[in-house]
Each structure stands twice: as C-alpha cells, then as structure tokens.
C-alpha cells in the first residue's frame, strides 16, 4: 500500500514509500561547514576571531580519531563536496526526513561553546551566532524541523539572557548542554540556566560533546570512550536531583539524548536505596530519585543496546517503570544511526511503539 | 533487656499494658530496647523528655533499632540549607541510617511503603513508670 507520507514542504505533499508510524526524531545533527558560517551572524569584535584563515576553528572536539571508513558519519552520508555529514539540509531531508516520513525532528547542536571554558565574552557571543544561523538556515526552511538553544554556560546569566532572546520562538523546544566531566550543573551557579529555560517553558536536554569523558577520563580507544561514556550522563542526572534542582524549578523538564537508557533501572535503585541512608545530607530533595526520574526525566532510544535476548531489552523497560520516558532518536548523520523501522525489537508492543516513536516526545515537548 | 512490669488489662482494647522502665532509666535524646513475651520494643525518650515507642526490628535487614540513635529530622527550606525539624523526630537505624518517624513508624523517604513502617504503641508515664500497651 502507497500512502502519502505526512508533512509538507515547500507546499508540496512529499508522495514515496508507505509511511507505517507517525515519528518524532528527537536527535539530528546539524553541522556547519566551518566555524566561518557563522561570521554574518557576530558583530565586531568577535566576527574578525573567525572570520581569518588563521583564527579561531571552534570548540575542542572530540579527541578521538574514529576507526570508522569515513569517521564519524554513517557511510551515505558523506558529502560530495567535503563538507560534514549533517551540514547540507537537502540531504538530511532526503536521508531522513522524507525517506522515514518523519514529522517533526528535533536539531541538537554538537557546536558547544560551553566547551570552551575560557574567553566567556567570546563564547556567548558565539552561541549567539550559532543560534541566529541555526533560525535563518534550518527553522526557516523546513517547517518539520524544532531546534534547541545553543549556550555558553560558565557565563550562566549570559546564558539566561540568550535563552530569554531566542526561547519566544516555538521551534526552540529546549536548551542543549554538553554532558561534560569537568563540571556538574546541579550546582546553584548553573541556576540561572534553568530558571531561564522554565520561564520559556523549555526543556533543558543533554548531550555528548567534545568534553564528555569518561569516569576514568580518556581511555586510549574510541571503543571505551563510547562504550564507557552514559557515565557522564548519570553524573549530571543525579547532580541535578541531589542538588534540589527539580525542587527548585518545579516546572522543569529534562532530556538525556544520546546517553542509552538501559542503565537507569540501576541508577534508580541504587539512589533511591542511597537516599533512604543519605537523606540527612540533601534533605532539600524531597522525593525519592527515581520519582523524579519518572516524572521529569525523558530519555532517546538511540544508541540502543541490542541483548542477546531481545526480551530482555523490553524487561529492561518495563523495570523503569513508565511508558512514556523513551523517545525515539536516529542521531542522524552518525555511525550509530537508528532507523525507526527496526530499532525497536518485536517484544515492545505497537501501542507502546507508537509512543516511543512519536507521542512521548509531542507530549514532552508540547508540539 | 526484659520489660519487669505486670500485665494489666488495658480498658476495652485487647491491649496488655506492661511497665517496661522507670523514667529515669532513660535520659532524653536516647533509645532503649526491650523484650515483652516474643515482641521486642524500642523505647526513646526524645529531648523534650516524652516517649515514644515503636517495634525494635528494621524492616529491611533486621537490625536492632534500638542500637541506633534519635534525632530531630534534618528537614530544608532551600537547596544548600538544613536545620532540623522542630515537630519531627526520627529514630535512625544502626546499620544503615534508614529514618523511621517516630509519630507514625514510617520511613519519611518511603511514606507510602507499608511495608517499610514500623508498628507504633502507646505509651504512657505513670507514677515514675513507663509503660507500653501492647
């Protein structure tokens, strides 16, 4: 059966292969072709740190060398003219957006100025930049697409202030920070950053980035960065708890994307068996972990970890608790894509499907 | 120890009211554990000089309650601020620190767990002695 796909664009209905759930993808990432791009967008005196063939070439990236044939991307994603994977809307459209019929898909930046950690005027100014170039070149041209705001978060009320700029717009759904080492945001310095993101009603979401390490720091091979890094991740989730973040900002919601899920039952019962001991320490926290966790706290499917057993991954699930805290992801252009044709196994229920691949994610996110 | 007191019908409520200590025998601010038939109690006496009285046995791996310590409940008004509790006394258990609220039994960070909840007696102070209604 042919049925026409959902979503416009450009007024014309996109007509192809049938079209079996509706999707939301709440991970695909935009690249610019260099740092350059986004010199229209900063006024003096940071546009000359860029705009030279010697200036400034981003924030550190990812220290690794990628084993893969062509790095860090999925093969077909590769460009012709030697820009990165991810930086040509056309073919994100065509890869992702038309071939899975997807309807809505949520930008997540990997330029992370917070990465920087020094020069903070300079680091706002190019979240800024980042933020202007993301609206004219991506929001502006496909109507299917949501995006989330670039920060500079060790300058916090810098960071509030951008959030307050840009958040009006609906097609940013949530504020993106890097799940780094070096530092953890429940701390009341990084507050403003949240109180920004309720007061936009906005998501805050984390996700790797060129300063995620791993409980060890970097180990010598990428396949023990990757294997080892949701430690990041799990670090930030229970600095927010313990810190009394979700107690102080009642309305916040957070997203972990990218960082595997499977690993929260475990997280939930040792905090929650932690609590009941520790409580005296953090008695501003009120709730049991894992409530939070549930309530709060929404997770992307990819990458996915894929048991021998595949009931066993839908165990996994079913230990966390709630239904709606997996939203499906692609991480489109990456290695470690996800279609949503197959990434979920036969043992999840289609009811359940449906929400992972779409309702969860329109829930959370009110589009 | 054992309790040392007679049994005594209480009025109408199939409870036997047995003297367990003197007053003096606890100070405020400590618990005590004692024996009653097969029940075994603990007995605190929080710092305003009453009592309160619940089962002697955690819940969770059968530690012996009344070896650990009261206190006034660590409670916030904010993240980054404590002080204790001006209402709430908590008995925490020896081993793991687990709270039990001493008005009601119940494990503050677990409320709704039944099973988590101490039983909780009535106790009172006559004539210098302490008795529990069982």
Redesign the interface.
């Known amino acids: 059966m042919t049925e026409i796909l959902r979503g416009e664009r450009d007024g014309r209905r996109q007509e192809g292969k049938a079209s079996k759930a509706s999707v939301v993808d709440v991970d695909i990432h935009e690249m610019l072709t260099s740092v350059r791009d986004l010199a229209p967008y900063l006024d003096e005196p940071w546009r000359s740190r860029v705009d030279v063939n010697d200036g400034y070439k981003g924030p550190p990236g990812n220290p690794y060398s990628f084993p893969q044939p062509t790095g860090v991307a999925i093969q077909d994603a590769v460009t012709d003219d030697g820009s990165p994977a991810g930086s040509k809307l056309e073919l994100v459209q065509e890869q992702v957006l038309d071939r899975y019929g997807i309807e809505n898909a949520i930008l997540i930046s990997l330029f992370h100025p917070t990465d920087n950690q020094i020069q903070p005027e300079f680091a706002t100014a190019l979240a800024s930049a980042y933020n202007d170039w993301v609206l004219e070149n991506w929001l502006e041209r496909d109507e299917r697409l949501r995006s989330s705001i670039t920060v500079a978060a060790q300058e916090p009320r810098d960071a509030a202030r951008e959030i307050d700029r840009v958040g009006s717009d609906p097609r940013f759904v949530q504020v993106i920070l890097p799940a780094v080492a070096h530092h953890v945001f429940g701390r009341p310095f990084y507050w403003p950053i949240f109180e920004a993101a309720q007061r936009n009603d906005l998501v805050v979401a984390f996700h790797q980035s060129g300063g995620t390490r791993t409980a060890v720091g970097l180990p010598p091979y990428y396949i023990e960065w990757h294997t080892a890094i949701s430690q990041a991740w799990q670090s930030q989730l229970i600095s927010l708890i313990a810190g009394g973040v979700f107690d102080e900002f009642e309305e916040l919601k957070v997203a972990m994307i990218e960082s595997s899920w499977t690993w929260v039952p475990h997280l939930m019962w040792r905090f929650d068996y932690n609590y009941r001991s520790l409580r005296r320490e953090v008695p501003w926290v009120k709730r049991l972990p894992s409530e939070y966790i549930r309530e709060r706290v929404r997770f992307s499917t990819q990458p996915m970890e894929y048991p021998e057993d595949p009931g066993d991954l839908y165990r996994m699930f079913e230990m966390i608790g709630s239904d709606e805290f997996l939203m499906f992801a692609t991480d489109y252009p990456h290695w470690d894509f996800d279609s949503p044709e197959q990434a979920l196994p036969h043992t999840f229920p289609r009811a359940l499907k449906e929400k992972i691949l779409s309702s969860n994610a329109r829930n959370f996110y009110g589009f | 120890m054992a309790s040392r007191g007679a049994l005594t019908d209480a009025a109408g409520s199939g409870q036997k009211r047995h003297v367990v200590c003197r007053l003096e025998d606890i100070p405020p601010g400590a618990v005590r554990g004692y024996r009653t038939g097969n029940r075994r109690i603990a007995v605190a006496r929080l710092d305003d000089g009453s009592f309160r009285v619940v089962a002697d046995t955690c819940p969770h791996q059968a530690a012996r309650l009344s070896l650990g310590s009261i206190e006034r ?10 002080r204790q509790s001006e209402t709430r006394n908590v008995l925490l258990c020896p081993w ?4 039990f609220d001493l008005e009601t039994g119940g ?4 409320p709704g767990r039944p099973d988590l909840r101490l039983k909780t007696y009535r106790v009172e102070v006559v004539d210098g002695e302490v008795a529990v209604y069982l």
């Open positions: 409940m660590w409670v916030s008004d904010a993240p980054g601020t404590l793991h620190g687990f709270e494990d503050p960070c677990v």
